[in-house]
């Protein structure tokens, strides 16, 4: 950090006599005390356990100062009502400090994909940093913005949301000039109730624009009654402003046109969602004047977050659509949309395993027996269920498939162990087929896949 002792104590409004401690440079700021190096400010934050109680150990490992909820002795520590409001206080100040533009990246849906587009268009031109892993809640943006290099220009934010509010805090932390929402869908139904709470929680990304920030939202209706009314709005979809064209879907490729620059575009990813994805990171390459040239490399060689969509091979050799870290219907939809479409391999047949949704809420079961519509016995062989609330779309899916081709395990809650469907698994799946898992991270498909690769 481009930052000393007593200015974080004054941008926080510290409650102690900070001057009685040297004003030391400040390396880096942590809540963790076990990655406190020589040089760092400590955060206690308080969760399971107090960070107050580790305090001592971020000193012996090298902390020059902390933050403190009560008087310290002996320690040169910024004394606060609320560590977790300094540290975000501390974060909205950094960003008018370096003077860094900001985009910020939510949605139910591609959020994390887009960002990573975006960041990789920027870093052709600009000195661009951006939200590592999931780091998009109330921790993980001001860590992100905090940890910043210093010569950083560009900075891509990926903000989340679990409950109405939390995206107004995080952009009026951020303070984005440009904005994007990506799809207003199901994801934490189960907190929001509606997809009309989600589509407002979402579109609070705009709530510390200023007027002349760009807001860049689907042409989904959801949405509008949420749009400022002096800010610039950009919409994207077919019929709006933004439109991909002349789409062409691969196994692990896609190629594409859009109004957005004059040329086809490749991406090294499959999803025809991944097209519109960087289709709106183009257009945010274009607002911050990056080169035709340099938007198309950067999409051709993109690398993208690890446990998103990706392809991958078993030991026997037949290939894993691998969707395992996150899940809701829309986004179940999509992959099984692409999954059907891709031409089977020679000699091979499409399987599905399909898991759990969680916290879709009261509509669950009825939002999972929807997948019946993308789901084409005419297509995929093999459908495996893995779950609870998914029980009842796979005795839907019995009556459209041949028999025998329809399987449902339910998960150990207790342990978690998934030996039969493994099991299964294996005795279905031929070393020219192609397989895709798709389902939300708490149902561990994760360890499916690894297997899979392993043996």
Same mark, same amino acid.
């Given at each position: 950090?481009? *930052?000393?002792?007593?200015?974080?104590?004054?941008?926080? =409004?510290?409650?102690?006599?900070?001057?009685?401690?040297?004003?030391?440079? *400040?390396? /880096?700021?942590?809540?963790?005390?076990?990655?406190?190096?020589?040089?760092?400010?400590?955060?206690?934050?308080?969760?399971?356990?107090?960070? &107050?109680?580790?305090?001592?150990?971020?000193?012996?490992?090298?902390?020059?100062?902390?933050?403190?909820?009560?008087?310290?002795?002996?320690?040169?520590?910024?004394?606060?009502?609320?560590?977790?409001?300094?540290?975000?206080? *501390?974060?909205?100040?950094?960003?008018?400090?370096?003077?860094?533009?900001?985009?910020?990246?939510?949605?139910?849906?591609?959020?994390?994909?887009?960002?990573?587009?975006?960041?990789?268009?920027?870093?052709?031109?600009?000195?661009?940093?951006?939200?590592?892993?999931?780091? !998009?809640?109330?921790?993980?943006?001001?860590?992100?913005?905090? &940890?910043?290099?210093?010569?950083?220009?560009?900075?891509?934010?990926? +903000?989340?949301?679990?409950? @109405?509010?939390?995206?107004? @805090?995080?952009?009026?932390?951020?303070?984005?000039?440009?904005?994007?929402?990506? @799809?207003?869908?199901?994801?934490?139904?189960?907190?929001?109730?509606?997809? %009309?709470?989600?589509?407002? =929680?979402? +579109?609070?990304?705009?709530?510390?624009? $200023?007027?002349?920030?760009?807001?860049?939202?689907?042409?989904?209706?959801?949405?509008?009654?949420?749009?400022? %009314?002096?800010?610039?709005?950009?919409?994207? =979809?077919? =019929?709006?402003?933004?439109?991909?064209?002349?789409?062409?879907?691969?196994? $692990?490729?896609?190629?594409?046109?859009?109004?957005?620059?004059?040329?086809?575009?490749?991406?090294?990813?499959?999803?025809?969602?991944?097209?519109?994805?960087?289709?709106?990171?183009?257009?945010?390459?274009?607002?911050?004047?990056?080169?035709? $040239?340099?938007?198309? $490399?950067?999409?051709?060689?993109? %690398?993208?977050?690890? !446990?998103?969509?990706?392809?991958?091979?078993?030991?026997?050799?037949?290939?894993?659509?691998?969707?395992?870290? !996150?899940?809701?219907?829309?986004?179940?939809?999509?992959?099984?949309?692409?999954?059907?479409?891709?031409?089977?391999?020679?000699?091979?047949?499409?399987?599905?395993?399909?898991?759990? +949704?969680?916290? @879709?809420?009261?509509?669950?079961?009825?939002?999972?027996?929807? +997948?019946?519509?993308?789901?084409?016995?005419?297509?995929?062989?093999?459908?495996?269920?893995?779950?609870?609330?998914?029980?009842?779309?796979?005795?839907?899916?019995? /009556?459209?498939?041949?028999?025998?081709?329809?399987?449902?395990?339910?998960?150990?809650?207790?342990?978690?162990?998934?030996?039969?469907? *493994?099991? /299964?698994?294996?005795?279905?799946?031929?070393?020219?087929?192609?397989?895709?898992?798709?389902?939300? !991270?708490?149902?561990?498909?994760?360890?499916?896949?690894?297997?899979?690769?392993?043996?």
């Amino acid at each position: 950090m481009k *930052l000393s002792l007593h200015e974080v104590a004054k941008a926080v =409004g510290a409650k102690n006599q900070i001057s009685e401690f040297d004003d030391v440079p *400040l390396s /880096q700021i942590e809540f963790d005390s076990r990655k406190i190096q020589a040089g760092d400010l400590f955060l206690p934050l308080k969760g399971v356990r107090d960070g &107050h109680d580790f305090i001592t150990t971020a000193f012996e490992n090298g902390a020059v100062a902390t933050f403190s909820e009560k008087e310290l002795a002996g320690v040169p520590y910024i004394w606060v009502d609320d560590s977790l409001k300094a540290f975000q206080d *501390l974060a909205a100040y950094y960003i008018e400090k370096m003077r860094v533009d900001v985009v910020a990246v939510t949605g139910s849906n591609g959020k994390t994909t887009t960002k990573d587009m975006i960041a990789a268009i920027l870093a052709t031109t600009y000195k661009t940093y951006k939200t590592q892993g999931n780091y !998009n809640n109330e921790i993980g943006l001001p860590y992100t913005v905090l &940890h910043m290099p210093e010569d950083t220009e560009k900075i891509v934010l990926e +903000m989340g949301q679990d409950h @109405l509010g939390d995206i107004h @805090l995080l952009s009026e932390i951020a303070k984005p000039h440009i904005a994007v929402v990506t @799809l207003i869908g199901e994801a934490h139904l189960e907190f929001f109730g509606s997809r %009309e709470k989600i589509a407002q =929680g979402k +579109m609070q990304i705009v709530d510390g624009m $200023d007027s002349d920030g760009i807001l860049i939202v689907p042409g989904d209706s959801i949405v509008d009654p949420y749009l400022p %009314e002096n800010q610039m709005v950009i919409r994207f =979809g077919d =019929g709006q402003e933004l439109m991909v064209t002349e789409l062409e879907e691969r196994k $692990d490729s896609l190629t594409f046109r859009t109004n957005v620059i004059d040329r086809q575009l490749t991406l090294p990813v499959p999803g025809k969602y991944n097209a519109t994805n960087a289709m709106v990171a183009s257009y945010v390459g274009k607002l911050l004047a990056v080169s035709d $040239d340099d938007i198309a $490399d950067a999409l051709e060689n993109i %690398e993208l977050t690890r !446990n998103r969509t990706e392809w991958k091979k078993a030991a026997n050799g037949a290939d894993i659509l691998s969707d395992v870290y !996150n899940a809701n219907p829309t986004a179940m939809k999509l992959i099984l949309e692409t999954f059907s479409a891709i031409p089977n391999n020679e000699g091979g047949k499409k399987i599905a395993v399909l898991a759990d +949704m969680k916290e @879709l809420g009261e509509a669950s079961v009825n939002l999972h027996n929807q +997948m019946i519509m993308s789901l084409r016995p005419d297509v995929i062989d093999t459908l495996i269920c893995y779950g609870k609330d998914i029980q009842d779309l796979s005795q839907l899916a019995s /009556q459209m498939f041949p028999i025998g081709k329809v399987y449902f395990f339910k998960k150990n809650e207790e342990e978690d162990r998934f030996d039969d469907l *493994l099991s /299964q698994i294996r005795e279905v799946l031929g070393e020219h087929d192609q397989i895709l898992l798709k389902g939300s !991270n708490s149902m561990n498909l994760s360890a499916i896949v690894d297997a899979l690769v392993e043996n």
